[in-house]
């Protein structure tokens, strides 16, 4: 079974910081975890899903959403097989659900389409007070 298992969504203030976790499962898509570009999505109430930030397959690269830039960082841990979004700083407006998901590249073509991702996370809320 495939999964992508997001974690650590909660209820913060503006200003603190909260890091969400995804983790990989599945024998065959986790094994193959490390092929691919990860990225970061929200949704908030009303709103289309938008591009949070991506990182390339070793880690090496990565690439934000100009809402989050400075506040934001992902990054990534093959061996195991998690990727994670560090949100600094949040404000009322990071209120939405996070997803994560897998692209179909191991670089960050079309990185901000949703069609360039194949699997999907159920999402966690981040709901952040002001």
């Known amino acids: 079974q495939v999964q992508l298992v997001e974690s650590g969504g909660g209820l913060v203030q503006a200003g603190d910081s909260l890091r969400l976790s995804c983790a990989a499962s599945?024998?065959?898509?986790?094994?193959?975890?490390?092929?691919?570009?990860m990225g970061w999505f929200r949704q908030g109430p009303g709103k289309e899903r938008e591009f949070v930030a991506g990182?390339?397959?070793?880690?090496?690269?990565?690439y934000y959403g100009d809402s989050v830039k400075g506040r934001f960082t992902v990054s990534r841990d093959n061996a195991k097989k998690t990727v994670y979004l560090q949100m600094n700083n949040v404000k009322p407006e990071d209120t939405a659900v996070y997803y994560c998901?897998?692209?179909?590249?191991?670089?960050?073509?079309?990185?901000?389409?949703?069609?360039?991702?194949?699997?999907w996370g159920q999402g966690t809320q981040v709901t952040v007070s002001s």
């Open positions: 998901a897998r692209s179909r590249h191991s670089q960050a073509q079309a990185m901000g389409a949703l069609t360039t991702y194949d699997y």
């Open positions: 599945g024998r065959t898509f986790s094994s193959y975890f490390s092929n691919y570009f």
């Open positions: 990182i390339n397959w070793t880690g090496e690269l990565t």
